[in-house]
T-cell receptor, first 114, second 117 residues
Framework: AQSVTQLGSHVSVSEGALVLLRCNYSSSVPPYLFWYVQYPNQGLQLLLKYTSAATLVKGINGFEAEFKKSETSFHLTKPSAHMSDAAEYFCAVSDWSTGNQFYFGTGTSLTVIP | GAVVSQHPSRVICKSGTSVKIECRSLDFQATTMFWYRQFPKKSLMLMATSNEGSKATYEQGVEKDKFLINHASLTLSTLTVTSAHPEDSSFYIC?????????????FGAGSRLTVL
């Protein structure tokens, strides 16, 4: 079965500081991994995706994530937080064995302190 | 880029009435659409997979007679919450996978917030 665990439901960082949002996955086959961002009362927007190509994936808004198979992790990082980064972030996993259905983590709420 | 539109964005209804939410793929054809439910401060729960021209596939624990899904065309899926009750109040989000380039990436609608009084 596929699942995603996001450690830390709330993360606070100062503006300009490093952002690190953690995601660990469980999958019986090579997974596809995604990070989505959600602003209040809006749908989800794709930040970046890993689909078995390069393990370091760069996304929009300066975010990147690294796929580490040995650690079953796909943590999201950004070198310098901006006020506009405050939002809810979801990690998701999918694979062909489940018909490419998506399974989401419980989300991490990022607060940026000025 | 791929755009998925949901309507209405907000709806308030009385208990016992039915509410229909539309999900449209505006610039691509979607043979498969997904309906999620999101509770406050919680993750997205996959409710069902909507398949064009056939019956929807519901996740375990989701009442198919309560949440009717119809995927009548390649660009439209509808979710009808029948005989809505206050516990059905939630944020409902649809998504679609655009075939071809960028496959296996879901594009999400902006969501529909349902409040049942």
């Amino acid at each position: 079965a596929q699942s995603v665990t996001q450690l830390g439901s709330h993360v606070s960082v100062s503006e300009g500081a490093l952002v690190l949002l953690r995601c660990n996955y469980s999958s019986s086959v090579p997974p596809y991994l995604f990070w989505y961002v959600q602003y209040p009362n809006q749908g989800l927007q794709l930040l970046l995706k890993y689909t078995s190509a390069a393990t370091l994936v760069k996304g929009i808004n300066g975010f990147e994530a690294e796929f580490k198979k040995s650690e079953t992790s796909f943590h999201l990082t950004k070198p310098s937080a901006h006020m506009s980064d405050a939002a809810e972030y979801f990690c998701a996993v999918s694979d062909w064995s489940t018909g490419n259905q998506f399974y989401f983590g419980t989300g991490t709420s990022l607060t940026v302190i000025p | 880029g791929a755009v998925v539109s949901q309507h209405p964005s907000r709806v308030i209804c009385k208990s016992g009435t039915s509410v229909k939410i539309e999900c449209r793929s505006l610039d691509f054809q979607a043979t498969t659409m997904f309906w999620y439910r999101q509770f406050p401060k919680k993750s997205l729960m996959l409710m069902a997979t909507s398949n064009e021209g056939s019956k929807a596939t519901y996740e375990q624990g989701v009442e198919k007679d309560k949440f009717l899904i119809n995927h009548a065309s390649l660009t439209l899926s509808t979710l009808t919450v029948t005989s809505a009750h206050p516990e059905d109040s939630s944020f409902y989000i649809c998504s679609a996978r655009r075939p071809g380039a960028g496959a296996n990436v879901l594009t999400f609608g902006a969501g529909s917030r349902l409040t049942v009084l």
